[in-house]
């Protein structure tokens, strides 16, 4: 096994070939390198950050929980890697932190945070559909492609309600969704 500060000197070295290398090896070691990787996601320096959740979202089992702090980053890079990570590592007890970062200034953010909601599937379901009503329209559109993606029944009713708003966009996720769930001639109106 390698020793774990020259990698850990790597990780933080500034040098990105350096840096990726690190964290492929690190990520390998798993749990045993967690303590270090929690300490340098409390680093003022925000490349460092970034860096470690990038290594924790290379750990077969990455911790949740890790994320969810590393979504309330103040960085908007060190937030695109979390909900990155939590698309490839789904998990249910983030997904309160990745619908308030659907509210996000940050474009690339809302996407990666609607994409780590679609990657949970239906258990984020109930809580898509409590937060719809309340939510300003950039919002409904990621809460509605989520929906769509997912696939889920519950949703119908939610749909059919929206395909009345006045958006395109968010009418267009609407069909998706119907389509996929085999409804997609239920919301048509005769003339």
């Known amino acids: ?7 850990m000197e790597d990780l933080i070295s500034g040098d990105e070939t350096r840096a990726e290398n690190a964290a492929a090896q690190l990520g390998q070691m798993g749990g045993s390198v967690l303590p270090v990787l929690g300490v340098l996601l409390k680093s003022s320096n925000a490349d460092q950050r970034w860096w470690a ?17 590393a979504l309330q980053d103040v960085s908007a890079e060190v937030c695109q890697a979390a909900a990155l990570a939590l698309a490839v590592h789904p998990a249910l007890q983030a997904a309160p932190v990745l619908v308030q970062a659907l509210s996000n200034e ?3 953010l809302q996407t990666l945070a609607a994409n780590a909601l679609s990657a949970i599937g239906q ?7 409590d937060a719809f009503p309340g939510s300003r329209l950039s919002v409904k559109i990621h809460i509605m492609r989520v929906l769509a993606e997912v696939r889920d029944p519950r949703a119908i009713p939610v749909m059919m309600k929206a395909m009345e708003l006045d958006s ?12 996929q769930l085999g409804l997609d001639m239920v919301y048509l109106k005769m003339s």
């Open 106 to 108: 940050d474009a690339m």
């Open 168 to 179: 395109a966009i968010l009418q267009h996720w609407c069909e998706i969704g119907l389509q």
């Open 1 to 7: 096994m390698p020793a774990l500060e020259p990698l």
């Open 53 to 69: 959740v990038r290594t924790l979202a290379q750990m077969p089992d990455g911790n949740g929980d890790y994320f969810i702090e």
């Open 123 to 129: 258990p984020v379901v109930p809580i898509l559909l």
